[in-house]
């Protein structure tokens, strides 16, 4: 993974124009030119492409860092002239505020399971006897699931999806109300009332005895 493949990545990631790009030089103390910027996020193959140089590309991450969580009290570190991919990983992670756990996370989202250990091992001393280097898939991976969370494409298809979702789900069936209960008429209530009546009135007739 090249120099110029960070580049690129980031400038999708995060949808920065050209100008914007040229801006986070700046931050970092590094005049570049538009020029510059276009020849660097050619592609490999296209013979205008010119590539970029680890102070380079050290300088924008330094500005990146200055961007996202603005500018502190120290003084703005030189950029390496020898840029490892510990490195950039580590200036992404001082720009994005991100804790070993959320790291974790994003590498798990694209299928790269590591552990809290293997995590804190890219972070340490190149001295240090738990030193780990860390390959270019790893930050490859990395880029690819910053890529899935922030950037604006990305986004708008999650959505889409989600909506699609929504759309394709069967609507539940409206049930009807139920049909009232007929009342029940008796056909013969009024001639039982009227026996009713005949039978209520011969109860109150008196009959004299002779």
Avoid at 63 to 82: H, L, N, Q, S, T
Avoid at 84 to 96: D, H, M, V, Y
Avoid at 155 to 171: C, D, I, V, Y
Wanted: hydrophobic share 40%.
């Amino acid at each position: 993974m090249t120099n110029n493949d960070v580049l690129r990545r980031l400038r999708y990631t995060f949808s920065l124009k050209d100008q914007k790009v040229k801006d986070i030089f700046a931050l970092a103390n590094r005049q570049v030119t538009l020029e510059q910027i276009t020849a660097w996020l050619k592609k490999d193959d296209e013979p205008e492409m010119v590539p970029l140089a680890d102070i380079e590309l050290a300088s924008f991450l330094n500005g990146f860092i200055v961007e996202k969580r603005g500018r502190g009290d120290k003084a703005m570190p030189a950029p390496e002239k020898e840029l490892t991919k510990n490195l950039i990983l580590k200036k992404l992670k001082i720009a994005l505020e991100l804790q070993t756990d959320d790291i974790i996370a994003l590498l798990a989202s694209v299928d790269v399971k590591l552990g809290n250990g293997e995590i804190t091992a890219f972070f340490r001393n190149p001295d240090h006897k738990n030193y780990r280097h860390c390959k270019a898939q790893i930050l490859r991976n990395f880029l690819m699931a910053l890529q899935l969370k922030h950037s604006k494409p990305a986004a708008k298809a999650k959505a889409k999806q989600g909506n699609t979702k929504q759309s394709n789900a069967k609507p539940k069936a409206n049930k009807k109300p139920p049909t009232p209960k007929k009342l029940y008429v008796n056909p013969y209530a009024k001639a039982e009332e009227k026996l009713e009546d005949a039978k209520e009135s011969k109860r109150n007739v008196l009959s004299l005895k002779k």
